[in-house]
Nanobody, 115 residues
Framework: QVQLVESGGGLVQPGGSLRLSCAAS????????MGWYRQAPGKQRESVAS???????NYPDSVKGRFTISRDNAKNTVYLQMNSLKPEDTAVYYC?????????WGQGTQVTVSS
C-alpha cells in the first residue's frame, strides 16, 4: 500500500501562487501515472493535472497554462505549481495515481484563494 501526504496549501490572494507537494511512501511510485485532484465544498472530486512515468503531462482547460505538475522520482514526490490562482481554485487538493485504482487518499491540503 502507498501512503500519500500532501502539503503546501494555504491562503493566497487572487493572482498569487502556491506550490503543492505530495510525498509518497510504502513503495516507489515512479512507474505510475500520478495526478493531482481537487474537491470543493459540495462538488465532486476532479482531476487538475496528471503526469506519466515518462513525464508527459495533461491538464483540463480550467487550469491549463496556470498549473504545472512535475515529479522527482528520486524523492518519490510529485509537485503542483499553481500560478495566477483564482477564487474558483479554492478546494482541498489531493494526489493519487491516475493509472490504476486509487490508493487510499491522503488528508489533502487546503487551498483558499481570497482577497
Amino acid at each position: 500500500q502507498v501512503q500519500l501526504v500532501e502539503s503546501g496549501g494555504g491562503l493566497v490572494q487572487p493572482g498569487g501562487s502556491l506550490r503543492l507537494s505530495c510525498a509518497a511512501s510504502g513503495r516507489r511510485v515512479s512507474i505510475w501515472t500520478m495526478g493531482w485532484y481537487r474537491q470543493a465544498p459540495g462538488k465532486q472530486r476532479e482531476s487538475v493535472a496528471s503526469i506519466t512515468s515518462g513525464g508527459t503531462t495533461n491538464y483540463p482547460d480550467s487550469v491549463k497554462g496556470r498549473f504545472t505538475i512535475s515529479r522527482d522520482n528520486a524523492k518519490n514526490t510529485v509537485y503542483l505549481q499553481m500560478n495566477s490562482l483564482k477564487p474558483e481554485d479554492t478546494a482541498v487538493y489531493y494526489c493519487n495515481t491516475a493509472s490504476r485504482p486509487p490508493w487510499a487518499w491522503g488528508q489533502g491540503t487546503q487551498v483558499t484563494v481570497s482577497s
